[in-house]
């Protein structure tokens, strides 16, 4: 819960001094400058005015905080402490004690300790004028204060070098368990543009959420901008952007997270803006690829996409990256960091492509193989979290790991199912998609996804519990359609229909054609499998012809629809073993017999180099 930028603050209070206080929003510090003067006059006065303690929160950005009245301060403390993991938190406290005497008491340099402030500037005044100040820090053996100093002596307190010194003994000294554990503080930035569609939106943001906290974060704040086009340099503008880093200094986020994809340009802008590390959708999905990556092929293409996603991002990743120029004070070196770092990623790019052509040549002999044994393939597919992994462990018991979290497994398994007329098929379960698919993990995954278009029939699991199914199934339809499977025989299960009201999944089925489940209670499994026996292509029978060499056009359609496993040729035609799926076989003994009978009235049969239309 986000607190109020006023704390301590008395109920009665005079109108005039209550906005004085608020005022301190509007106050900027110089970033390299512990406290300056007008700052202190300004606190000495009101704590005069008030005859209490008043103070300020200031962030190394130097916009003001949080203002604060008095000892009593409700929730702060909680908040500053372990704001950034093992540093100091980013802020500093100049306080007015209402006394002409301003060396900190020890509660306050506890304080100073205890939640890790960059700097306490305590400053003394009589009649709301400022006597003396004292500027306390950390260091390696705690606290270590200095002063008294006059109020013009404050501008030779420089505060960037006595933070640099404080966090560098910080980091020398043992963690913290608890800090250790602490959970990365998130932002989370969509950018809406009214009147066109695939923007940011609430349900975006909120799928955004679900990502992050699948990375780990914890999301602190979302922010929904809106403008007529998207900023070519900072994507939100740069008045959105200050507000952006207020916001940032507030909740103490160690990173922002856009709902859309960033220039490598604009990602940098961000950064230098905003202190803090800067992602976007596409570099948030890949790092919850590489987590969720088990197998050996897994974890290549998760390498491969990020290294596709970060060749054109290494400019500006450092000093040391520096370009490669010419003429005067440029030569002799020879190669830079940044053509080191480029040359490197390339050849391990093209050193994964090479390993991962090798597997899909495995895939593509396993395919072969279920093909000779007249196996059908189903693909299960589907927006992520749709409960894909649930079904197939509901349909073949295959103990593939199960949660609700967003890409909780990437690995495809295959597992032989039962059907109910008898024989059987192969289920196999496939990566999860989303919305604004990274187009690096598509080209990655290419051969992964194979399994989706070599495969006899598509089941598209769909979660119509989801308050907004029709996008997740219009965005998996999209996606199918570029793979080049979009006009495969498809079942749409509708998926945890346990948890609609009553009656909700019947309107569901009869307006999408699909068949309802809970594949989590076992409901309507059945019906589902009933369904994929009805769709799957007819079974392959194995048949001997006498194909005449006035009819030999028919040997193309078996050759290609089929597999010729032996042939003899005689006097008058060639004698052919073959497997074919039904419908064909039957297809060309009807055109043999026609052959035979001297044609019909449909016309001669065709010549040997003639297309056969009806295949």
Same mark, same amino acid.
């Given at each position: ?99 002409? %005497? ?67 003994? %910080? ?440 297309? %056969?239309?009806?295949?």
């Amino acid at each position: 819960m986000r607190l109020p930028f006023l704390l301590g603050v008395p109920p009665r209070l005079s109108p005039s001094i209550r906005q004085e206080l608020s005022r301190l929003r509007t106050f900027v510090v110089r970033e390299d400058l512990a406290c300056p003067p007008e700052l202190a006059r300004q606190l000495a006065s009101l704590a005069h005015r008030m005859q209490r303690e008043v103070g300020v929160l200031v962030s190394r950005h130097g916009t003001v905080v949080y203002g604060l009245v008095g000892r009593s301060w409700p929730g702060l403390e909680e908040r500053l402490r372990g704001r950034r993991k093992g540093l100091l938190c980013g802020l500093r406290l100049v306080l007015a004690y209402n006394q002409a %005497l301003s060396e900190p008491t020890e509660s306050d340099l506890d304080l100073l300790e205890r939640v890790r402030l960059d700097l306490l500037v305590t400053v003394g005044h009589r009649k709301g004028t400022p006597t003396e100040a004292w500027v306390s820090f950390l260091d390696h053996r705690g606290p270590r204060v200095e002063g008294p100093l006059a109020l013009e002596e404050l501008e030779t307190v420089r505060s960037t070098e006595r933070i640099r010194s404080a966090e560098a003994a %910080l980091r020398r000294l043992p963690g913290d368990p608890e800090e250790d554990r602490r959970v990365e503080r998130a932002i989370l930035v969509g950018l809406q543009v009214p009147g066109r569609d695939g923007w940011s939106t609430d349900g975006t943001l909120e799928e955004l959420r679900r990502l992050a906290e699948t990375a780990g974060a914890e999301v602190v704040d979302v922010v929904l901008q809106t403008r007529a086009r998207p900023d070519p340099g900072t994507l939100i503008g740069r008045g959105k952007v200050g507000e952006l880093r207020s916001l940032v200094e507030l909740e103490a986020a160690d990173l922002v997270i856009f709902d859309e994809e960033l220039s490598p340009a604009q990602q940098r802008t961000l950064e230098e803006e905003l202190g803090v590390k800067v992602l976007d959708r596409t570099a948030l999905v890949l790092d919850i690829f590489a987590h969720r990556a088990r197998t050996r092929e897994g974890a290549l293409q998760v390498e491969l996409a990020q290294l596709t996603y970060l060749l054109p991002r290494l400019t500006g990743r450092g000093v040391l990256l520096s370009r490669l120029g010419g003429g005067i004070g440029t030569r002799g070196p020879g190669e830079t960091k940044l053509e080191t770092d480029r040359r490197r990623i390339r050849a391990r790019i093209t050193d994964l492509q090479r390993e991962i052509a090798t597997l899909s040549r495995v895939r593509r002999t396993q395919r072969r193989a279920r093909k000779q044994a007249r196996m059908p393939v189903v693909a299960l597919v589907g927006y992520t979290n749709a409960g894909k992994s649930t079904l197939l462990n509901a349909l073949t018991r295959a103990g593939v790991l199960v949660e609700d979290r967003l890409f909780a497994t990437l690995d495809p398994t295959a597992r032989r199912v039962r059907l109910p007329g008898g024989g059987s098929a192969v289920l196999v379960d496939t990566v999860g998609f989303i919305r604004k698919l990274p187009p690096q993990l598509i080209a990655a995954f290419r051969a992964t996804l194979e399994e989706v278009t070599e495969a006899d029939v598509l089941v598209h699991v769909l979660d119509v519990s989801h308050p907004d199914w029709p996008m997740q199934r219009r965005v998996v339809e999209e996606i199918l359609a570029d793979l080049g499977a979009g006009a495969k025989p498809t079942v749409l299960a509708l998926n945890k229909t346990d948890r609609l009201p009553a009656g909700e999944a019947q309107r569901i089925a009869a307006q999408t054609g699909g068949v309802p489940i809970s594949a989590l209670h076992g409901i309507g499994l059945e019906a589902l499998l009933l369904k994929i026996q009805q769709v799957l292509p007819e079974p392959v029978t194995r048949v001997t012809l006498e194909v005449p060499y006035a009819q030999a056009g028919i040997l193309h359609a078996l050759y290609e629809h089929g597999r010729v496993l032996a042939r003899r040729d005689g006097p008058e035609g060639m004698r052919v073993e073959v497997e074919a799926p039904c419908f064909l076989v039957r297809r060309i003994q009807a055109l043999l017999q026609r052959g035979l009978s001297g044609g019909d009235e449909g016309g001669p049969p065709p010549s040997p180099r003639s297309p %056969l239309p009806w295949i």
